[in-house]
């Protein structure tokens, strides 16, 4: 049985101008309230941060990689050029609806399996600083039949609203709703749905659980995204019962700055696996897809041990698939 490992990873590549506005945000650093250039200026530039991580993505031999905040220009083409070389021959490395002042999406996906297809579709809403750029969804259609025999695999990779003021919460439920109206408009099209499987990965900003009295209870935010990605498998916590899995973690990334009264710790970044769709209109009430095994889920930190520290300030996430094996349920029609 052939097997897909896939990689969701923020890696925190900012333009100029996100360099600058956050050059003199507050941030807190050993509890300290201060004033200070980000860790990323401190510890090494961009470019030479962006050598290592192009050495490290082509060590972790992902099939699929899904990355985010790939703002900057000569990085991206940085980071296109080294995984070529490590053969990544499949690139959708700039998603944008092209307006003339934002910044695109930041949504950067290599792969070493042809692309069928691909679209970018922006949100609509958004908050703040977010506005600036063109947070979206990438949908990706990959030709992985070798690998998971005779499969289509459809990548919705996407980036949501960042922070946790009211706004910030309104937009990413609003983001929320159209990232769930897209996944059922793409599966309503779909020729052959039974050969085609779907996952949904990348930074949502949205803290998976709280741990309570040593119980990790999911959020508000965490249950509405699963409610409206319909029938589907969060392959982290499938393969991981009690582990919190952060992917953002100030104390254990001791070069990450954390802002105010923000949690040291959450589960943000995913991996889920859609085994089910609901389109939005039609006489069918659920589209079934291929379903996939998970095998392997973890978090990647990235560590870079000859530089001491984590590469960026979230740490990735890495699901190992193969095709699950069974009689597969018939779609059921109003």
Not at 116 to 138: C, M, P, Q, T, V
Not at 198 to 220: H, K, Q, S, Y
Not at 243 to 255: E, I, L, M
Not at 295 to 305: I, L, N, Y
């Amino acid at each position: 049985m052939g097997q897909l490992r896939l990689l969701t990873y923020n890696v925190k590549l900012l333009p100029d101008l996100g360099r600058s506005a956050l050059k003199d945000a507050p941030f807190v650093r050993g509890g300290v309230r201060q004033f200070a250039k980000p860790w990323w200026e401190e510890w090494m530039s961009d470019k030479a941060r962006t050598t290592r991580l192009v050495k490290a993505l082509a060590a972790s031999k992902h099939d699929v990689i899904c990355l985010q905040e790939v703002f900057d220009e000569d990085r991206r083409k940085q980071l296109r050029n080294g995984l070529k070389r490590a053969d990544y021959k499949h690139f959708v490395d700039y998603s944008s609806d092209h307006d003339p002042i934002h910044e695109d999406s930041g949504l950067f996906l290599a792969s070493r399996h042809p692309i069928r297809w691909e679209h970018f579709e922006e949100y609509a809403d958004n908050a703040g600083d977010d506005a600036l750029a063109d947070k979206g969804i990438s949908c990706v259609s990959l030709n992985v039949g070798r690998r998971l025999a005779q499969t289509t695999l459809i990548v919705f990779h996407t980036h949501m609203q960042a922070y946790n003021t009211a706004a910030d919460r309104s937009a990413r439920g609003k983001q929320i709703e159209q990232l769930g109206r897209k996944i059922s408009r793409v599966a309503g099209k779909l020729r052959q749905p039974e050969s085609c499987a779907m996952v949904v990965c990348g930074d949502f900003n949205i803290a998976a659980e709280r741990l309570v009295d040593d119980e990790l209870r999911p959020t508000r935010e965490y249950t509405k995204l699963k409610r409206f990605l319909g029938a589907h498998r969060d392959l982290y916590r499938t393969k991981n019962r009690k582990n919190p899995g952060y992917t953002s973690d100030s104390r254990v990334n001791k070069k990450m700055m954390r802002r105010r009264g923000a949690p040291k710790g959450s589960r943000i970044d995913y991996v889920f696996a859609l085994d089910a769709v609901t389109p939005i209109t039609g006489d069918i009430d659920r589209i079934a897809l291929r379903k996939l095994k998970c095998t392997r889920a973890g978090v990647e930190p990235f560590f870079d041990a000859e530089r001491d520290g984590h590469l960026s300030d979230h740490f990735g996430v890495s699901v190992t698939l193969e095709r699950a094996v069974g009689r597969r349920r018939r779609a059921r029609s109003g």
